[in-house]
């Protein structure tokens, strides 16, 4: 039985596949519309979402499927003590995929270990988040036409950001691809992936604080938001909260064919100005997220389409 637990979970072919098969579904909606029939979704939320667990409920209902979960650890036997273990094989007695959020880092790991049905990790603390990944990566392969020869600007909270380490890990598989670091010194990219992905792949990066130095030179920019509930100090989240705020005055030092990616949600760090400029894709993003997890649904359960 497959899992996904990282974006790294698939090999380059299996991406390619996944993402191709999530741009059919945005062409041909209703070929998939009764895939999953009699099959059911699970989303056990024990941290905050709005996209992420609405998304994966709206792919298996455009799948035709139905959907059941908890939205917080306080509606579910969490709050009683029960582990992830023992609620993912009870949750395997209703449902035939799992979604689920976690604030724990390698929470999901360990309930896939036990799991009788297929798991997707949809963010676990600070590790990973590899459905938004699979979003992102099908968002900038829709608006640019590719995934290698690119210039990806990454700014806001480098340190925390699971998004961030996990689209650095997945774009670093492709050619040419260069990063651009933008982030205060208490938010740098930690060395996990400093080091360990960026330096030892010998992938050119390099950090800057403004987003002034790094406009002119983007193909995408992937704003961040500063993660209050990351923080063990209110103190240090103030200062840092509104350090980036991209407006419409930073947009014009960029590309005519820069698009701004978001995982969102926003907080301040982009200017409600900024939605109106063609370049914003955050809410195209948003429904990027749909088409990819029907492809990741169908793929996970082996479910195949003619
Ligand atoms: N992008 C994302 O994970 O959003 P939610 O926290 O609303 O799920």
Do not use: W
Request: glycine fraction near 6%; charge should be negative; charged fraction near 25%.
């Amino acid at each position: 039985m497959k899992h996904l637990m990282s974006p790294l979970d698939l090999s380059l072919e299996e991406l390619d596949q996944l993402l191709d098969l999530a741009g059919d579904i945005e062409k041909n909606p209703t070929k998939y519309a009764h895939a999953c029939e009699g099959k059911k979704l699970a989303t056990l939320f024990y941290e905050p979402s709005t996209r992420t667990r609405l998304s994966h409920e709206a792919a298996m209902l455009n799948l035709g499927g139905s959907i059941m979960g908890f939205s917080s650890a306080n509606s579910s036997s969490a709050a009683k003590g029960e582990t992830v273990s023992d609620t993912v094989q009870t949750v395997g007695c209703y449902a035939d995929i799992i979604a689920m959020r976690h604030p724990k880092e390698g929470a999901p790991m360990v309930a896939a270990k036990r799991s009788p049905i297929p798991i997707i990790n949809a963010g676990d603390g600070g590790h990973h988040h590899p459905t938004q990944t699979l979003t992102d990566l099908l968002t900038i392969r829709s608006l640019k036409g590719r995934l290698d020869n690119l210039t990806i600007g990454l700014c806001g909270d480098l340190k925390f950001g699971r998004t961030v380490h996990s689209l650095i890990q997945a774009m670093s598989r492709y050619e040419n691809v260069n990063f651009i670091l933008i982030s205060p010194e208490e938010l740098r990219l930690p060395s996990f992936i400093r080091v360990d992905v960026l330096e030892k792949n010998n992938i050119p990066y390099k950090e800057v604080v403004t987003l002034e130095d790094a406009m002119a030179e983007l193909d995408i920019l992937y704003m961040t938001r500063v993660q209050k509930e990351r923080f063990f100090n209110e103190e240090d989240y103030i200062r840092m909260k509104d350090f980036y705020i991209l407006d419409n005055a930073k947009m014009e030092l960029a590309k005519e064919d820069m698009f701004v990616l978001h995982p969102l949600p926003r907080v301040n760090e982009i200017a409600v100005e900024v939605d109106d400029d063609p370049r914003a894709a955050y809410f195209r993003q948003v429904q990027y997220g749909v088409y990819v997890r029907m492809a990741l649904i169908l793929t996970l359960l082996d479910i195949h389409v003619a």
